[in-house]
């Protein structure tokens, strides 16, 4: 009776997520967005949950969960540091790095971690020296985080995070300001089936340009997600881990992620994905390869993202291991 009840709550859920994007088109034709700032918190970061097309709320065991769903931290290894940098060539030549270091210990799971955004050099120009004044805009973004996720059970882990964010866009207009993001992590028993929630970037509005009154959000994000073993189980020669997600947020129309991870004698994963209801991007593909000594790893993965025609793909690298 158990499995039966986790069978259908978990095709129930899996069905929400795969209609949501539908259901937002059919009311009214469209869906009222919101504007937002410090929007540079909207790009995925971890060339591994990049790969598996962002479907990695519900797969979080690693150092990459504080940027995805905090309660995962629970799932990194015992009293060993593990660390990532991540480095996102993105588009028209503007670039992403984060990091971030976290231990699980016996009161719980902490790491700390950042992002940064920045762009090329932009010359100042004016009606008066249209060729360039000499003088560059001081612009680019960055945030500071500290988390903390605790086991409560076998099954169930919960973890919060709080942000410090600047964002500066030249002469004089930059802001400041703080967000938060909580996250949850049921194992339900029925094989490795879990379901994961997020919510993030959780902030107050603000008013932007004081003389036009323009008042935006922060780009908050909300993800319902599901993913289990297909086939095998963590630490076999081989096995296989599919994951689906729906996303909510105040920026955009409802949106969905699917994808998956193979991985092979733990030293090789296979990545690959599907975005939904994107203007510019839709399938992604990512690989990985991890050498281990011990109770130490290092691995190095990289993701790829296909964009229509009018922009580069962008490439991600990142290196993550533990000491």
């Given at each position: 009776?158990?499995?039966?009840?986790?069978?259908?709550?978990?095709?129930?859920?899996?069905?929400?997520?795969?209609?949501?994007?539908?259901?937002?088109?059919?009311?009214?034709?469209?869906?009222?967005?919101?504007?937002?700032?410090?929007?540079?918190l909207?790009?995925?970061?971890?060339?591994?949950?990049?790969?598996?097309?962002?479907?990695?709320?519900?797969?979080?065991?690693?150092?990459?969960?504080?940027?995805?769903?905090?309660?995962?931290?629970?799932?990194?290894?015992?009293?060993?540091?593990?660390?990532?940098?991540?480095?996102?060539?993105?588009?028209?030549?503007?670039?992403?790095?984060?990091?971030?270091?976290?231990?699980?210990?016996?009161?719980?799971?902490?790491?700390?971690?950042f992002?940064?955004?920045?762009?090329?050099?932009?010359?100042?120009?004016?009606?008066?020296?249209?060729?360039?004044?000499g003088?560059?805009?001081?612009?680019?973004?960055i945030?500071?985080?500290?988390?903390?996720?605790?086991?409560?059970?076998?099954?169930?882990?919960?973890?919060?995070?709080?942000r410090?964010?600047?964002?500066?866009?030249g002469?004089?207009?930059?802001?400041?300001?703080?967000?938060?993001?909580?996250?949850?992590?049921?194992?339900?028993?029925?094989?490795?089936?879990?379901?994961?929630?997020?919510?993030?970037?959780?902030?107050?509005?603000k008013?932007?340009?004081?003389?036009?009154?323009?008042?935006?959000?922060?780009?908050?994000y909300?993800?319902?997600?599901?993913?289990?073993e297909?086939?095998?189980?963590?630490?076999?020669?081989?096995?296989?881990?599919?994951?689906?997600e729906?996303?909510?947020?105040?920026?955009?129309?409802k949106?969905?992620?699917?994808?998956?991870?193979?991985?092979?004698?733990?030293?090789?994963?296979?990545?690959?994905?599907?975005?939904?209801?994107?203007?510019?991007?839709?399938?992604t593909?990512?690989?990985?390869?991890?050498?281990?000594?011990?109770?130490?790893?290092?691995?190095?993965?990289?993701?790829?993202?296909?964009?229509?025609?009018?922009?580069?793909?962008?490439?991600?690298?990142?290196?993550?291991?533990?000491?």
């Amino acid at each position: 009776m158990r499995r039966i009840l986790l069978i259908g709550l978990t095709t129930a859920l899996a069905g929400l997520l795969l209609t949501a994007p539908a259901q937002a088109q059919k009311v009214g034709g469209s869906v009222p967005v919101a504007e937002t700032y410090v929007s540079f918190l909207e790009v995925a970061q971890g060339a591994r949950p990049a790969g598996m097309g962002d479907a990695y709320v519900a797969v979080a065991d690693d150092i990459n969960s504080v940027f995805w769903n905090v309660a995962g931290l629970t799932n990194m290894p015992r009293k060993k540091f593990q660390f990532t940098f991540n480095n996102t060539q993105w588009l028209v030549d503007s670039q992403f790095n984060s990091g971030a270091v976290g231990v699980n210990t016996d009161y719980g799971a902490v790491a700390f971690s950042f992002i940064k955004f920045g762009t090329p050099k932009i010359e100042v120009h004016t009606i008066f020296k249209p060729d360039g004044t000499g003088s560059f805009l001081d612009n680019g973004s960055i945030a500071f985080g500290g988390a903390y996720a605790k086991k409560f059970t076998d099954r169930f882990s919960m973890g919060g995070q709080f942000r410090w964010i600047q964002e500066k866009l030249g002469l004089g207009y930059n802001f400041s300001t703080f967000d938060f993001a909580v996250g949850s992590n049921y194992y339900t028993g029925f094989r490795s089936l879990r379901l994961a929630m997020s919510l993030r970037n959780f902030g107050k509005d603000k008013v932007l340009l004081q003389e036009s009154f323009i008042n935006a959000k922060m780009p908050m994000y909300f993800n319902m997600a599901v993913a289990a073993e297909v086939f095998g189980k963590k630490g076999d020669p081989a096995y296989f881990t599919g994951a689906i997600e729906g996303l909510y947020a105040v920026s955009f129309e409802k949106r969905m992620h699917m994808g998956g991870e193979l991985w092979l004698h733990n030293m090789l994963a296979l990545r690959g994905g599907y975005k939904w209801n994107y203007d510019a991007q839709d399938f992604t593909a990512g690989a990985g390869v991890k050498l281990k000594k011990g109770d130490r790893y290092l691995q190095a993965d990289f993701a790829w993202v296909r964009f229509n025609k009018n922009f580069d793909a962008p490439l991600r690298i990142s290196v993550t291991g533990s000491f």
